[in-house]
């Protein structure tokens, strides 16, 4: 773990998380949060696009496969919930503060890690749309789980700001338009 990381959440990683004040799904939702944001700089660093986490929870042991956009995604559920409480919104700040150092401070491989997860959804979801032209009934039902990934790719796009593909968003709605 980098230096700074060691700052903002303690050098000892198997330490336990302060006590909660959210309900046991949020503060779960945190645990993953805190635990993706303690490991950015190797995750960064590394080849991989999706970061497999072992989290112990109030739920259980989850394993998130994370990216850059599926943590981006936890960070802004869990600043939107009604059922944080004040001290886990401190901690929220903490991963929120990590986000933004770590973006900083590898501005390069965040970028670059953003473009990967972008081309892995953009792939998912044109799969897809091909496959719901050639057999619209069988493809209709996994609707639901497929658009993740077109909302991921929106999400993606944004976190990239200037960096993201000129007009691949209305080429994407082009693509959609046609298998309508």
Known sequence: MADWLKKLFGSDKGAAAPASDSTPEVESDLLEAEAA?????????????????????PLGTR??????????????????????????????????????EARRRYPTQFTAKLRRELDSYLKNWTYYLDQRRQEPEKWQEDYEVEVRNRRRVELVLA???PDAPAGLLDEL????AKGE
């Open 63 to 100: 394993q998130p496969k994370v990216t850059l956009g599926s943590l981006y995604e936890r960070i802004d559920q869990l600043a939107k919930s009604p059922d944080l409480g004040p001290n886990d919104r401190q901690r929220l700040a903490t991963v929120e503060l990590a986000w933004e």
């Open 37 to 57: 944001a303690r490991e950015l700089v190797d995750y960064l660093l590394s080849d991989r696009l999706f970061w497999q986490l072992s989290v112990q929870t």
């Open 159 to 161: 976190l990239l700001g």
């Open 173 to 176: 709605k082009g693509m959609e």
